[in-house]
């Protein structure tokens, strides 16, 4: 008897784990996914023990110069390998180039081209290897051409063209075979203002209709204000991931500065600091505002409240003055110190 | 949008049933690629100055003759081709040609930067080396052959053309002309495969094939046994006139064209084998190079 319940115990210990791995595989194949993914070139660390779950929308990776960002979507690619840890796209591992990139498409910084080509020549030749028939071949790069509004400049060779220009066929020939997953290294580099608008649209767009979009950028305002989530890297590190109002909370901490522009300011001043959280209040240049940095802002916004209330001050505004994507960030550097 | 995602999924789909079909179309858009800029590039140029050389020095030659009896005599010119066309033409030109077109092939990509280009398409990477490969085998015989060709045409056809005639179109002409095109078919297969994996391993593969090159021109020294370990033995082993290598070569049994091409083009197959295995696990970072 006691055996029987050991063997059905096992059975039913083997089934759950079973049950398990299954749901595991379902969500690797909806999510990029690395697991425990570390890169070296030698003895010098590209990133190291990242975790991440991507789900569709679009994702910036932001951090300054060598702190892995590039590298991430290398990995992601497979132009890299990784030292340690395991990578997979939608399911499928980088290393399978011939299954990956029906998926993925790359615009990545590297700025040249095959050499003669035109900008149609050059989306074209990359379809061909899909093995899309001629007819398909053509309609395609239309599109592509026509979504980064290239089509007049189609036939000129590459050479020939602006940064922004070369900058936007890169990106047509990333989106031609409409991947699933698009990954862009800083794909608002060298484009004029009128034309980031018209990219930052595209990708929205691209995003709204289901597609996972992974934006690198030192432009912390564009990626503050097209970013489903934000992945902040630092020396290689992971060191927030989420999203970016998310990612302000979780820094506990460190205090949250609002600035609320009132009547009497200094009246104010005098009050916040019968809380304990407050740490520091500072009148506005104009003498119209207050900046306080708190580390318990719900219990702030209470005492405002009490304040108002009280008749005794008129408010005007009050806004978070660091909850942006650049507070954030310098914050998390500055205090993690890259590990 | 998702109609376009069905066609490429279509096409997906098609290619798990017929790799074959879809691994011969991507082999033909990489030739159709590669062949332009093997032609057309600006490193294409070199390639062109040393397929003319022979072919301009014979003209020279022609308009103004040494005088050695050899040359003024039309059965003494088939030795003559033979000691040019192992001296100048398959040690030097089609060698260094060789070398230059098939390192080349990635190597010329990772300094252009543009390799990343077919490593973010869905090609399998050894497809991408058969396609390379190809492209450049089909550059260096038509442009080898075409030397071995004119040079042929240019030793004998200006000062005897009426022999040279009966001798090509009725004679045993004919046949050493198909022989030696064949020979050089062959060195490019050979030095090709050598040096698409040397451009592959190699940063700076200049040295490696100086190194080679050393080797190849030695091999009238070696002993039998090392004297297998090259591409030239097998190559001198089919020549229609054998080359007298002078008094301090060690001589050795020629081995049979049953035996040297196929091992040739095992050996060939053997290296583009690696050469696959390595492109599977190769990285992209263009940092140093």
Redesign the interface.
């Known amino acids: 008897m006691t055996t029987t319940m050991e063997e059905a115990a096992a059975t039913t210990t083997a089934a759950t784990t079973a049950t398990r791995t299954a749901t595991a595989d379902r969500t690797a194949e909806k999510m990029i996914v690395f697991e425990d993914v570390s890169k070296f070139?030698g003895e010098i660390l590209g990133v190291n023990r990242v975790n991440l779950s991507i789900a569709p929308g679009i994702t910036s990776l932001v951090g300054p110069n060598g702190s892995g960002k590039t590298t991430l979507m290398?990995l992601m690619?497979?132009?890299?390998?990784p030292t340690r840890g395991r990578i997979s796209v939608l399911g499928t591992s980088p290393?399978q180039?011939?299954?990956?990139?029906?998926k993925v498409g790359?615009c990545?910084q590297?700025d040249?081209?095959?050499?003669?080509a035109t900008g149609r020549e050059f989306i074209e030749?990359?379809l061909?290897?899909?093995?899309?028939s001629r007819r398909?071949l053509e309609?395609?790069t239309h599109?592509a051409l026509e979504r980064v509004s290239m089509l007049d400049a189609a036939d000129r060779k590459v050479a020939g063209y602006s940064k922004g220009m070369r900058q936007r066929i890169r990106l047509a020939q990333s989106i031609a075979?409409?991947p699933?997953v698009l990954i862009l290294d800083e794909p608002l580099n060298g484009l004029d203002p009128m034309a980031r608008a018209e990219i930052i649209r595209l990708f929205r767009q691209l995003a709204a209709?289901g597609l996972y979009l992974i934006i690198s950028s030192h432009i912390l305002h564009e990626v503050d204000m097209m970013s489903d989530s934000v992945v902040l890297l630092n020396n290689g590190y992971v060191v927030a991931e989420g999203n970016v109002h998310g990612v302000r909370d979780e820094i506990e901490e460190h205090p949250m500065q609002i600035l609320i522009r009132c009547d009497r300011p200094q009246l104010l001043a005098a009050r916040v600091f019968e809380q304990d959280g407050v740490v520091e209040a500072r009148l506005h240049d104009d003498k119209q505002g207050l900046f306080v940095k708190t580390r318990r802002p719900d219990e702030f916004y209470l005492l405002l409240n009490r304040v108002v209330l009280d008749g005794d001050l008129k408010v005007e505004s009050v806004a978070p003055a660091d909850d942006d994507l650049n507070a954030v960030y310098q914050y998390l550097i500055s205090s993690d110190g890259g590990r | 949008m998702s109609s376009h995602i069905d066609s490429a999924g279509a096409t997906a789909a098609a290619t798990r049933t017929l790799p074959w079909g879809l691994w011969a179309q991507q082999t033909l858009g990489i030739l159709r690629l590669e062949l332009r800029k093997n032609f057309l590039s600006r490193r294409a140029l070199l390639i062109y100055l040393l397929a003319g050389l022979p072919v301009f020095m014979l003209f020279l030659l022609a308009i103004l003759p040494p005088d050695f009896d050899d040359w003024r005599n039309f059965s003494g010119l088939s030795e003559v081709f033979s000691m040019i066309y192992n001296t100048l033409i398959l040690r030097a030109v089609v060698f260094f040609g060789c070398a230059w077109i098939f390192m080349n092939l990635f190597r010329g990509e990772v300094v252009d930067r543009s390799l990343h280009y077919y490593f973010l398409s869905p090609i399998r990477r050894e497809v991408l080396v058969v396609g390379k490969y190809l492209s450049g085998l089909v550059t260096a015989i038509v442009l080898f052959g075409l030397t071995t060709l004119l040079s042929l045409f240019m030793l004998y056809f200006p000062r005897f053309s009426a022999e040279s005639t009966r001798y090509f179109f009725e004679g045993a002409g004919g046949k050493q002309a198909l022989i030696y095109l064949g020979i050089t078919t062959l060195a490019v297969i050979g030095y090709g495969a050598i040096f698409l994996i040397v451009g592959l391993f190699f940063r700076n593969p200049i040295i490696p094939a100086l190194l080679i090159y050393g080797w190849e021109w030695i091999n009238f020294l070696l002993p039998p046994l090392f004297k297998k370990v090259s591409v030239i033995h097998y190559l001198h082993s089919l020549m229609p006139v054998p080359m007298n290598d002078g008094p301090f070569a060690v001589m050795a049994e020629p081995t049979p064209a049953w035996l040297s091409v196929p091992s040739l083009l095992v050996f060939t197959l053997i290296v583009l084998a690696l050469a696959g295995y390595h492109t599977r696990r190769m990285e992209i970072s263009y940092v140093g190079d």
């Not at chain 1, 040249?112 to 003669?116: E, I, K, V, Y």
């Open positions: 070139y290398n690619t497979g132009l890299l390998k290393d180039p011939e299954e990956l990139f029906r790359y990545a590297f040249s081209f095959p050499r003669g030749f990359y061909r290897t899909h093995g899309a398909a309609n395609l599109q075979h409409n699933a209709e």
